[in-house]
């Protein structure tokens, strides 16, 4: 394994925080400045990474799925209090007493978020 492919406390990455890095650097290598479009659509691309890794257990997200969620938020795509729902489903372990979020409400919320912001991103 790389040096690079383990974080600051040594851990090994998730392999979708190493999939978000290479679509951060293959976004902004071309372009100086990439479009807000491009922007939109690489944000999302994280988040369905981060969801596909959640799909049955909670994750620890890193700071690419805040920074995307921060994105679309200050870009008008997401509502805070969306972003903190999705946030929310990617952290909170499927069926835990007295919050009770299913794995199914789980998977509903992200994949309910990321739908509209897409739609609302025209991704």
Known sequence: MD?????????????YVL???RLIYSAL??????????????AVEILEAAEREAKDEAIRP???VRLALSWLVVNGVAEVWQADQFWKALTIPPLVPDVGMSAYC???DM???IGAWKRKARL
């Open 19 to 21: 999939e978000s890095f």
């Open 62 to 64: 890193g700071v690419e």
């Open 111 to 113: 994949f309910t978020a």
């Open 106 to 108: 789980r998977r509903r």
């Open 3 to 15: 040096d690079r492919e383990r974080t600051a406390s040594g851990e090994k990455a998730p392999s």
């Open 29 to 42: 290598m071309p372009a100086l400045s990439p479009s807000r479009y491009r922007m939109n659509r690489f």
